[in-house]
């Protein structure tokens, strides 16, 4: 298995230009998350779901944030318009019933808005 | 919900000592706890879990240790090694979702 699969790995964008970040689950894992982490605030989670649907989107900063997942196969994460302050590394993980045994981690994308 | 505290923020040990994380959480419910080592620019990746009927597992030089009553549980590293320089998180899963303690970077000096 290549396991959870992120692309970009590196973004460079302009504030206000929209970013879209994809992840691509481990086949089989049923639950699939987004994290940010930068060095003052840590992992965050930002919005996960089960069997595709959205759970627990508590996390997202701000409307500028989306996400989805249209199939069990793939998920986004869209910011418009980004800011400079949504820089950071974006984790996607994703884990086989809910995380009662484990999440395993994309290689992330480090976005970085100018 | 649940709230996982860390302690300590760093660590500096000699090569060759041990060291010690500790993590407190506060969701009883709570049953599953898994700690990810995250080397510098790398993914976090899971290294030693225990469940909530098991005291303690071991791993080679790694072992995790949980005291229910408590609510708390730690990682243990025996003869450190350069290479274990790294952020250590912690995580406890109630709720359908893990939550992460905020990190130990524990650096090895040679």
């Known amino acids: 298995d290549a396991g959870v699969i992120q692309s970009p790995r590196h973004e460079v964008t302009e504030m206000g230009q929209e970013v879209t970040l994809r992840c691509k689950p481990i086949?089989?894992?049923?639950?699939l998350f987004w994290y940010r982490q930068t060095m003052m605030r840590g992992l965050e989670l930002l919005i996960y779901?089960?069997?595709?649907?959205?759970?627990?989107d508590s996390g997202m900063p701000e409307d500028r944030f989306s996400a989805k997942m249209p199939n069990a196969s793939f998920s986004t994460l869209k910011i418009q318009p980004s800011e400079p302050r949504d820089s950071a590394v974006y984790f996607c993980?994703?884990?086989?019933?809910?995380?009662?045994?484990?999440?395993?981690f994309g290689s992330g994308t480090r976005l970085t808005v100018v | 919900g649940e709230n996982v505290e860390q302690h300590p923020s760093t660590l500096s040990v000699q090569e060759g000592d041990s060291a010690v994380i500790k993590c407190t959480y506060s969701?009883?419910?709570?049953?599953?706890f898994p700690w990810y080592k995250q080397e510098l620019g790398k993914r976090p990746q899971l290294i030693i879990d225990?469940?909530?009927?098991?005291g303690e597992k071991k791993d080679q030089r790694i072992a995790v240790t949980l005291n229910k009553t408590a609510k708390h549980f730690s990682l243990h590293i025996t003869e450190t090694q350069p290479e274990d320089s790294a952020v250590y998180f912690c995580?406890?899963?109630?709720?359908?979702?893990?939550?992460f303690g905020t990190g130990t970077r524990l650096t090895i000096i040679p």
């Open positions: 779901f089960n069997n595709n649907v959205p759970i627990d």
């Open positions: 995580a406890a899963y109630g709720n359908e979702k893990l939550t």
């Open positions: 993980a994703s884990s086989f019933r809910q995380g009662n045994y484990g999440y395993t």
């Open positions: 969701d009883s419910a709570s049953n599953y």
């Open positions: 225990i469940r909530s009927n098991v």
């Open positions: 086949s089989g894992h049923n639950s």
